[in-house]
């Protein structure tokens, strides 16, 4: 539907299970970007730095929300998903703690991301 624009989108999502509703609107806007052919780059910081974890989105639940792992599936599948370094640190989170294909990348990454031709930057 979108793949002709060449256009990255970068989604943080800050919250997490504290505000389940923010936090899955980030991950249906992120996947569904994605499922329209956007390239798309998913943060993991503050409390959404926990669903880096393998499991931990299973644990999520809003009513009427698609499920979270799903969404993370399908954006693992054909975008990137960085945590939080700062985030990562607090929570005692290390590479070897976090899902397959989720990478942990600071603040530089995240502005050389967002300050990139045409890219357009959501937080959540």
Request: with cysteine.
């Amino acid at each position: 539907m979108l793949a002709g624009m060449a256009r990255l989108l970068v989604v943080k999502a800050t919250s997490g299970a504290d505000a389940p509703e923010r936090s899955s609107q980030a991950f249906t806007v992120a996947s569904t970007a994605v499922a329209s052919g956007v390239d798309v780059s998913l943060w993991l910081t503050g409390e959404s730095a926990w669903f880096a974890l393998p499991g931990r989105a299973a644990e999520f639940e809003l009513p009427h929300a698609a499920p979270l792992p799903d969404l993370l599936e399908a954006i693992l599948a054909a975008g990137r998903v960085t945590l939080c370094t700062q985030c990562a640190a607090r929570r005692d989170i290390g590479p070897d703690d976090v899902l397959p294909g989720i990478r942990i990348a600071g603040a530089a990454v995240f502005v050389e991301e967002i300050m990139s031709e045409n890219a357009q930057a959501l937080v959540y």
